[in-house]
């Protein structure tokens, strides 16, 4: 690998730091569906350094914190500010980023559900919609509307009714967070 590296004149000294390797991407091989592909970065030639590497993450997990930041504010209305959905992220740590990902699991559990009936065109959007939730936290209009109307069937059967009940306020608190946290666990007593 060395040699194709210095051959091509990539890594240290050459005219690209680095060379990627790309494959495929399929976002469906849990549950063994392999008709959608994409592509996603698989490897980097040479390693990165560490000090490369970890500057490029913590910069994506920068990235990821602004778009949750940013997600939140809009979806509050006008509520909360950016400066008061970073103090609350802040504040209710782990606990809350838990009961957040609650919600957007509801969300990409809909999602999937609705994938399944799907074909072409219909299929592709909802994918769209699944890697802009996972990715930027984006929910439009009408996936609100999907995940509320999917949500009581997908909680019926496997889930009791304070379940129901907690997973309902998270998907409230991920759509549209309020000033008050009655019931948001990080932000308040148990």
């Not at 997908?154 to 997973?167: F, G, K, M, P, Q």
Request: net charge negative; charged share 30%; proline share 4%.
């Amino acid at each position: 690998m060395s040699v194709t590296a210095t051959l091509l004149r990539i890594g240290t000294g050459g005219p690209y730091a680095f060379a990627e390797t790309w494959g495929p991407r399929h976002p469906d091989s849990w549950a063994h569906d392999w008709t959608q592909e994409g592509r996603s970065l698989t490897d980097r030639h040479p390693d990165e350094p560490y000090a490369e590497s970890s500057v490029r993450l913590n910069a994506q997990r920068r990235a990821k914190e602004d778009w949750l930041v940013a997600a939140l504010t809009e979806r509050s209305r006008g509520v909360l500010t950016a400066e008061q959905v970073a103090e609350r992220l802040q504040a209710g740590g782990q606990r809350y980023r838990d009961f957040l990902t609650i919600g957007s699991a509801a969300i990409a559990r809909a999602l999937n559900g609705a994938r399944r009936n799907e074909e072409d065109a219909g299929r592709l959007r909802l994918r769209e919609a699944l890697d802009a939730l996972e990715d930027r936290h984006e929910v439009p209009d009408w996936v609100i509307e999907l995940t509320r109307a999917r949500l009581d069937d997908d909680l019926v059967a496997r889930a009791t009714s304070a379940e129901r009940d907690y997973v309902r306020r998270a998907l409230a608190e991920y759509l549209a967070p309020r000033a008050e946290t009655d019931g948001v666990p990080g932000l308040t007593e148990d």
